[in-house]
């Protein structure tokens, strides 16, 4: 499965964020995953203790938020819920649809602790 | 994709920064930094590079992709006898162990590059980045690059190429877009492969399989045809030549593609940087 190479990539944008901000651990990682992105969020949930291990953020959580599917028609121009494997659109059935959510495979956010400054701020 | 232009805000997420701007405390104290990234986005830098030596160099470049054992070392065979004469061919091998399908096409006269990926059950940008400084591209119309056996994980990632093609063998059963739908809607065409059995199976059927294409909101071609019997293997040489020539065009009028099936963000980011 692909969810471990992933889950090393995600490791590199986490571990260049923590430097960026100097911070001194990281606590929690958010990804946003959609239906259609490929990727299985239990498998993640599984290869992330192996890929942030020794890293500065051994131990964070990660917190993974699913991105419903949804797609607007071209024909109607209407706006629906949809499912992985039915994309057509859900008021006209046409399936000249593009997708508007749902294949989202993104780091959101990182919440971190900072090294203590000194300053008094 | 890219980090910068804002291409990977999407309805579904675009809130986030216009609401709090990039930093925010946490309940804890600690702080949230929120970022927005494409995971793969360092994959597809690569592949954009990729993308880039194939467009300076005039090649072509397809990704084949299909469950292990479909018949895409076998179409290339087939396809390479036929256009040999017509073509510059050379073919990059994606397999988890053995030279064998390298080998293989190497038999047929052009060259070839094969990857073991050992545990990685695709390809990405940087293998293909690595295959390609093998080849010499100006002397290449098409490349094919066929993707290791797998329904799944080859579909996340990008790999410069201009066009995907999916196989499905008639023997899998013509359920499967509808099964993995994130690798058939990722195709610009999809091939029904070893029609030459379609008689001795019985329940395969082309047109439920192209029902089930239909429902992943895609407007891919699909064409039944056999490696073994050579029936049909016109249509595909035709959509060949016509996917050569239009690239032939896009590279005289200093444009690129991507596969047809763009993310929003993707499509978002084309408007921005033409
Ligand atoms: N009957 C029939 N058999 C075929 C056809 N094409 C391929 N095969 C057979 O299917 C088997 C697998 O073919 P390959 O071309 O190696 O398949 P592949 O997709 O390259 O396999 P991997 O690279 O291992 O994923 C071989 O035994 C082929 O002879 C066809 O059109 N008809
Ligand atoms: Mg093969
Ligand atoms: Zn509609
Ligand atoms: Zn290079």
């Not at chain 1, 494997?85 to 000249?96: E, H, I, P």
């Not at chain 2, 390479?80 to 990059?92: C, G, H, P, Q, T």
Request: glycine share 8%; hydrophobic share 40%.
């Amino acid at each position: 499965m692909h969810e471990l190479a992933v889950c090393q990539a995600l490791m590199d944008q986490v571990a260049a964020v923590a430097v960026r901000e100097a911070a001194q651990r990281v606590t929690a990682v958010t990804l946003q995953i959609g239906d259609l992105s490929g990727v299985e969020p239990q498998l993640l949930q599984d290869a992330w203790p192996i890929a942030s291990a020794g890293s500065l953020a051994a131990g964070a959580a990660l917190r993974i938020e699913t991105v419903p599917l949804r797609v607007r028609c071209l024909a109607c121009g209407g706006e629906t819920d949809a499912s992985p494997n039915r994309l057509v659109c859900g008021d006209c059935g046409s399936f000249r649809t593009t997708l508007i959510s749902g294949e989202e495979l993104m780091l959101k956010n990182v919440e971190l602790e900072r090294a203590a400054t000194g300053d008094a701020a | 994709m890219c980090d910068t232009c804002g291409c990977n805000v999407t309805d579904a997420n675009r809130h986030l920064i216009e609401a709090g701007g990039r930093h925010a405390k946490t309940e804890s104290g600690s702080e949230a930094v929120t970022v927005l990234q494409n995971l793969l986005s360092e994959n597809d830098r690569e592949a954009a590079h990729n993308r880039e030596h194939f467009d300076r160099h005039g090649v072509l470049a397809i990704n084949l992709m299909s469950s292990p054992g479909s018949g895409k070392t076998a179409l290339l065979e087939a396809s390479i006898d036929a256009l040999k004469s017509e073509f510059r061919i050379a073919v990059i091998e994606g397999d988890l162990e053995t030279e064998n399908d390298a080998a293989r096409v190497r038999a047929k006269g052009v060259p070839a590059v094969q990857i073991t990926t050992g545990t990685a059950c695709h390809l990405d940008a940087h293998m293909v980045h690595q295959g390609l400084h093998k080849l010499d591209l100006d002397t290449i119309d098409i490349l094919f690059i066929e993707n290791v056996g797998n329904l799944v994980c080859p579909a996340s990632f990008d790999l410069g190429q201009h066009l995907n093609v999916t196989l499905l063998s008639v023997t899998e059963g013509d359920d499967k877009p509808a099964k993995y739908p994130v690798i058939f809607r990722a195709a610009d065409l999809m091939l029904v492969t070893k029609c030459d059995l379609l008689q001795v199976l019985g329940d395969f059927e082309p047109a439920r399989a192209e029902h089930h294409l239909r429902h992943l909101a895609s407007e891919a071609p699909m064409l039944p045809l056999s490696a073994r019997s050579g029936e049909n293997l016109d249509a595909w040489f035709s959509w060949l030549r016509q996917a050569v020539a239009e690239q032939a065009a896009r590279i005289a009028r200093g444009e690129t593609a991507r596969p047809s099936i763009q993310p929003e963000g993707a499509q978002l980011h084309a408007h921005t940087h033409p």
